[in-house]
């Protein structure tokens, strides 16, 4: 019945009704048409058909509807998000109470060039989560205003379902019932603290993603059963590396090591690169509530002052941590690699190692970059100036072949010891880090390679193909900055992207239009379909040397013991496998974008905070954006803030959407991407995570600047 359904609804091209479809399908009896109506449901709820207003029957598919996540603003109006297609803009007046995160149904309204505006006609999928809030009491009413200022939602909490909640408290609420549209009665199932007690802002971010600050008591209760240290009988069948010269290299404050490394070169000239991880799935087995967790955790979260790992402490920091001095289980990648930089052969096995010191970047790069030799380094400097050889060898292959540096600068922020944001500065990224970026890029390629050619079940870090449009606007963009940048979009391939960015390099906004052509490009996952990798330029590509931290390394290396190690290749082996990681990809991509945005909110919101030690302070900055409210400023090192219209009073300001511009009417002064301006921190609000700037003149520095005291 279903195939007859759809197939009469291709050929009629328009919607129908049921007695329509009925006397179409030419059924006759009352059974037949119940069947009918039930099925039309069904359809209906697999959204293989839309149901229209008149209570006529369309194709789903019809052009004029899309299935996508709404994504609200703050100020009313929202997006719908529709996989692998434009976002669609939608109105206030068009959301129909459809609130952030819905999945709904959207219709194609209007359409300007590549601009898509639409209104929501059903709200498909409503997944009320936790959400984080501040519990107070109206008219003796217990309310929660929500973080979250895209969700529009009024929230009653009972008095019995309050927890003993005071006003002021961060509390996690779940929905239980709903009142009216957008207004629900919630439950508190857990108080954060209160508002102002240190540590509780970043805990109030953290719940909202969902993500657990403490470990259930039966993981706990796991790990009496895992050793501090490596036995004899663990060694055995490993190969022993615990006599080779290996080491790590990391920041300052790392804890969990996962990587360590190795070099020596051969009698034929060629290097030998090794790359030793952490065998963390040998701790972490199958089956156990602690496998459990570090699933549905599926990455560690770096914050600003604390981390949220996947694993608990004893193991991320303990026997899994490639500690200086001590025997470590691994997984070790030794590859054979030629001076034009190819992986020539290659060995991946379980081993033992023992790295003989934990270096960090700082003193590495002394070596790499200043010919200065730390104390206690002198033993190594050989072997880092050899591997500093290497790096460079590879990095040159891989732009060769098309490997896209965008050389995005990150921030670090500093806080105290009550968490406070003390400065926020540009996180260094020198030699020694981009070398051990270029071996761990080797060691991934090479087993995604070894497993792609076995044809068996794997986990792939994928990178698609640039949409060809967005590509192509952003090149109109850049034309209309008034840089002639030449880019032959038909032959969609890494090193276009990357001749672009050489053709930019020399350009003031580079850091700026570098990120937005990132910005331009679709976002890295996890998929157990090899598509390859496009900013990598690699055909086939994996996560393998981070598994403390993620859970798809992890399983990588589980597949690895399976495969490579114990042979296990039989057909029950295999088909379990093929059904799970698609699964699994799916859920890890969902929990890596999870944690990005949290770490992301955090930042935000400690970078206002440290702003609002600032207000009346003037800075240099660079326009970052241009909106028609008004323009983003950035800071060298990298804090964001907005000069509204409404703050430019030496003029009337117009917005120019074409070129990202604005110009004033009279003066004809124009503000454009790329700009360096002097700007005045006027306010910061570290709920909202903003901070305001305005223009550094006479007028504002009398009205907004520091005054001195005394």
């Known amino acids: 019945m279903k195939e007859q359904i759809l197939e009469l609804l291709r050929q009629e091209k328009k919607a129908l009704s049921v007695t329509e479809i009925n006397d179409a399908l030419g059924y006759q009896s009352v059974e037949d048409f119940k069947a009918l109506l039930r099925e039309l449901n069904a359809m209906e709820d697999a959204l293989l058909l839309y149901r229209t207003n008149k209570d006529n029957y369309?194709?789903?598919?019809?052009?004029?509807?899309?299935?996508?996540?709404?994504?609200?603003t703050k100020k009313g109006y929202g997006f719908v998000d529709i996989e692998g297609d434009e976002d669609v803009f939608i109105p206030p007046n068009a959301m129909n109470n459809a609130i952030h995160g819905d999945k709904v149904i959207v219709e194609i309204t209007s359409k300007k060039g590549t601009d898509l505006e639409g209104r929501i006609v059903k709200?498909?999928?409503?997944?009320?989560?936790?959400?984080?809030?501040?519990?107070?009491?109206r008219k003796g009413v217990g309310t929660i205003i929500l973080d979250d200022e895209k969700v529009k939602l009024d929230i009653v909490i009972p008095k019995e379902h309050s927890m003993?909640?005071?006003?002021?408290?961060?509390?996690?609420?779940?929905?239980?019932?709903?009142?009216?549209?957008?207004?629900?009665?919630?439950?508190?199932?857990?108080?954060?603290?209160?508002k102002n007690d240190p540590g509780v802002d970043i805990l109030s971010i953290v719940n909202k993603y969902g993500i657990?600050?403490?470990?259930?008591?039966?993981?706990?209760?796991?790990?009496?059963?895992?050793?501090?240290?490596?036995?004899?009988?663990e060694m055995e069948g490993r190969r022993d590396l615990r006599d080779q010269e290996i080491f790590t290299i990391d920041g300052d404050d790392t804890k969990d090591i996962d990587d360590a490394i190795s070099i020596a070169q051969l009698e034929n000239g060629n290097y030998e690169l090794g790359v030793h991880i952490a065998d963390v799935s040998y701790y972490v087995k199958e089956g156990t509530k602690l496998n459990e967790e570090a699933y549905a955790r599926g990455t560690s979260v770096y914050l600003a002052d604390r981390v949220i790992p996947m694993l608990p402490h004893k193991l991320s920091n303990g026997i899994c941590s490639l500690n200086p001095l001590e025997d470590r289980l691994a997984v070790s990648c030794v590859m054979e690699i030629d001076a034009k930089g190819e992986v020539v052969s290659y060995d991946i096995f379980e081993s033992v190692i023992r790295s003989r010191k934990q270096m960090t970047y700082k003193k590495v790069n002394q070596i790499l970059e200043e010919n200065i030799v730390p104390?206690?380094?002198?033993?190594?400097?050989?072997?880092?100036?050899?591997?500093?050889?290497?790096?460079?060898?590879?990095?040159?292959?891989?732009?060769?072949?098309?490997?896209?540096?965008?050389?995005?600068?990150?921030?670090?922020?500093?806080?105290?010891?009550?968490?406070?944001?003390?400065?926020v500065v540009l996180r260094e990224r020198g030699t020694g880090e981009k070398l051990i970026e270029d071996f761990m890029i080797a060691a991934n390629e090479t087993v995604a390679t070894c497993v792609y050619f076995m044809e068996l079940p794997f986990v792939y870090r994928v990178h698609g193909e640039p949409n060809e449009e967005k590509i192509t606007n952003f090149l109109n963009f850049v034309n209309s900055l008034g840089y002639h940048v030449k880019g032959d979009i038909k032959k969609m391939h890494p090193k276009m992207l990357q001749d672009i960015l050489k053709q930019l390099s020399d350009k003031k906004e580079f850091h700026i239009l570098s990120s937005l052509l990132l910005r331009s490009m679709q976002k890295a996952i996890y998929d157990s379909i090899n598509i390859g990798h496009f900013g990598l330029a690699s055909k086939c590509y994996t996560h393998f040397t981070s598994p403390i931290r993620r859970f798809p390394d992890t399983t990588v290396h589980r597949l690895l013991r399976k495969y490579l190690f114990k042979h296990q290749?039989?057909?029950?082996?295999?088909?379990?496998?093929?059904?799970?990681?698609?699964?699994?990809?799916?859920?890890?991509?969902?929990?890596?974008?999870?944690?990005?945005?949290?770490?992301?909110?955090?930042?935000?919101?400690?970078?206002?905070?440290?702003?609002?030690?600032?207000?009346?302070?003037?800075?240099?900055?660079?326009?970052?954006?241009?909106?028609?409210?008004?323009?983003?400023?950035?800071?060298?090192?990298?804090?964001?803030?907005?000069?509204?219209?409404?703050?430019?009073?030496?003029?009337?300001?117009?917005?120019?959407?074409?070129?990202?511009?604005?110009?004033?009417?009279?003066?004809?002064?124009?503000?454009?991407?790329?700009?360096?301006?002097?700007?005045?921190v006027k306010s910061a609000n570290k709920e909202l995570r903003t901070v305001d700037f305005v223009i550094a003149n006479d007028v504002n520095r009398e009205k907004y600047g520091k005054k001195e005291l005394g």
């Open 58 to 72: 369309m194709l789903f598919n019809n052009s004029h509807l899309k299935l996508g996540r709404m994504m609200a």
């Open 123 to 137: 709200i498909v999928d409503r997944q009320l989560k936790l959400m984080v809030g501040e519990y107070s009491i």
């Open 164 to 194: 003993g909640a005071m006003e002021g408290h961060k509390v996690l609420v779940k929905i239980t019932n709903k009142l009216k549209n957008n207004s629900y009665n919630g439950e508190i199932v857990k108080i954060i603290g209160h």
């Open 212 to 233: 657990h600050d403490t470990f259930p008591s039966e993981v706990m209760d796991e790990l009496d059963m895992i050793p501090d240290y490596v036995k004899p009988e």
């Open 375 to 423: 104390e206690g380094y002198e033993p190594y400097q050989e072997s880092l100036l050899k591997m500093k050889e290497l790096a460079s060898i590879l990095r040159k292959n891989k732009e060769e072949k098309g490997y896209i540096d965008f050389e995005l600068d990150e921030s670090k922020i500093i806080v105290n010891e009550k968490g406070e944001a003390i400065d």
């Open 569 to 680: 290749v039989d057909k029950d082996t295999v088909s379990f496998w093929e059904k799970e990681l698609p699964v699994l990809c799916e859920h890890t991509s969902q929990t890596e974008r999870d944690a990005v945005d949290c770490e992301r909110e955090v930042d935000d919101m400690k970078k206002a905070e440290y702003m609002l030690k600032h207000i009346g302070e003037e800075y240099e900055g660079m326009i970052s954006s241009i909106m028609s409210f008004g323009m983003f400023i950035e800071l060298p090192n990298l804090v964001e803030g907005l000069v509204r219209v409404e703050d430019l009073t030496d003029d009337h300001y117009l917005y120019d959407e074409s070129t990202l511009t604005l110009r004033g009417i009279n003066n004809k002064r124009g503000y454009r991407l790329g700009d360096k301006i002097s700007v005045i």
